[in-house]
């Protein structure tokens, strides 16, 4: 009789790819829940990310705020696509502000500039949320 090895992630015999159902699409998911992200600034260098996000929302199960001090810019990259990825006004400059807002998501993308990273990275933490940044 031979025993399995532990696999990476030390159960038997499944790989550890398996067991990551949260970046899994819905189709392929046991128990789906809704991921609600929210993208801090909309500039030029958002709009890829912007239409990337949208366009994969439906079988990914994701929610998008796309939160701006610029609401007119941001309107303009989410034109036609308000009931996935609905647009706030927010000064990221304020911290009660950003933290409200980054509370009530699971995963935050700062397209900030590189400057204001740190401050949102922060809320993230204190707050235990998944954060993206672009800086390098």
Same mark, same amino acid.
């Given at each position: $009789? ?5 696999? +990476?992630?030390?159960?038997?015999? @499944? ?14 998911? *046991?128990? %789906?829940?809704? +991921? ?8 030029? %260098? ?22 701006? +001090? ?5 309107? *303009?990259?989410? @034109? ?41 990275? *922060?809320? $993230? ?12």
């Amino acid at each position: $009789c031979r025993t399995r090895r532990k696999g +990476r992630n030390g159960r038997t015999g @499944q790989p550890a790819k398996f067991l990551i159902r949260n970046f899994a699409p819905r189709s392929s998911t *046991k128990y %789906s829940i809704m +991921r609600s992200i929210l993208l801090i600034g909309a500039g030029r %260098s958002a709009s890829s990310l912007l239409s990337y996000l949208i366009q994969h929302a439906a079988e990914q199960d994701w929610r998008v705020t796309v939160a701006e +001090r610029d609401t007119a810019q941001a309107r *303009k990259l989410t @034109q036609g696509h308000e009931d996935v990825a609905p647009v706030v006004e927010l000064d990221a400059s304020d911290p009660k502000a950003r933290a409200a807002l980054i509370a009530k998501h699971d995963l935050v993308i700062s397209m900030l500039p590189h400057s204001m990273h740190m401050d949102v990275l *922060k809320d $993230c933490l204190a707050l235990r949320k998944h954060v993206i940044t672009p800086s390098y």
